[in-house]
T-cell receptor, first 112, second 114 residues
Framework: RKEVEQDPGPFNVPEGATVAFNCTYS??????FFWYRQDCRKEPKLLMS???SGNEDGRFTAQLNRASQYISLLIRDSKLSDSATYLC?????????????FGTGTQLKVEL | DAGITQSPRHKVTETGTPVTLRCHQT?????MYWYRQDPGHGLRLIHY???????DKGEVSDGYSVSRSKTEDFLLTLESATSSQTSVYFC?????????????FGPGTRLTVL
């Protein structure tokens, strides 16, 4: 079983739609959680950190369920520019720094 | 912008040749990381550094070495490149003082080993 699992998609949605991505993680010692966005042939860019109580940043809402080891990302009013791959990332703090484990990503295509 | 640059951005080399990739940062971050990204895999950690001359292995370190002689530079060396090392390589830093220890990535180096 992968440490971080995501549905690879692609999710094809019309502009203006609401879309949700889910992610599960296997290591209960994971301490921090993130969503990154990666455009084709570009570096991953931090979209948002996921707080224990859930958090919202504009059209984006992230939720964490530690009991179920589950993270979600909701995108409202999708824009063409939201088309990208969304990476779920979990972190464990170690003595030598933080260890990130990446999911393989969920591809989103927003269409006219 | 985390002030990270990588060089070269693209490289094609032949099996058996040595290759060195450079990561340069301008903001004196203590922690630096090298990852590789391949289809079907998430980014995987190769090596990381927690200070000048302080480095440690990640999950896919075989065939790679690193050096950090200055805070701003973290070098990744493939002593004898193999086709399995064809990949996209990303350098990353942790923003010092960040409560969530987010990592920020450089633009990547696309390496092809023929």
């Amino acid at each position: 079983r992968k440490e971080v699992e995501q549905d690879p998609g692609p999710f094809n949605v019309p502009e203006g739609a609401t879309v949700a991505f889910n992610c599960t993680y296997s290591n209960s010692a994971s301490q921090s959680f993130f969503w990154y966005r990666q455009d084709c042939r570009k570096e991953p860019k931090l979209l948002m950190s996921v707080y224990s109580s859930g958090n919202e940043d504009g059209r984006f809402t992230a939720q964490l369920n530690r009991a179920s080891q589950y993270i979600s990302l909701l995108i409202r009013d999708s824009k063409l520019s939201d088309s990208a791959t969304y990476l779920c990332v979990v972190m464990i703090l170690t003595g030598g720094g933080n260890k990130l484990t990446f999911g393989t990503g969920t591809q989103l295509k927003v269409e006219l | 912008d985390a002030g990270i640059t990588q060089s070269p951005r693209h490289k094609v080399t032949e099996t058996g040749t040595p290759v060195t990739l450079r990561c340069h940062q301008t903001e004196n971050h203590r922690y630096m990381y090298w990852y590789r990204q391949d289809p079907g895999h998430g980014l995987r950690l190769i090596h990381y550094s927690y200070g000048v001359k302080d480095t440690d292995k990640g999950e896919v370190s075989d065939g790679y070495s690193v050096s950090r002689s200055k805070t701003e530079d973290f070098l990744l060396t493939l002593e004898s490149a193999t086709s399995s090392q064809t990949s996209v390589y990303f350098c990353a830093i942790t923003s010092d003082g960040s409560s969530y220890n987010e990592q920020f990535f450089g633009p990547g180096t696309r390496l092809t080993v023929l």
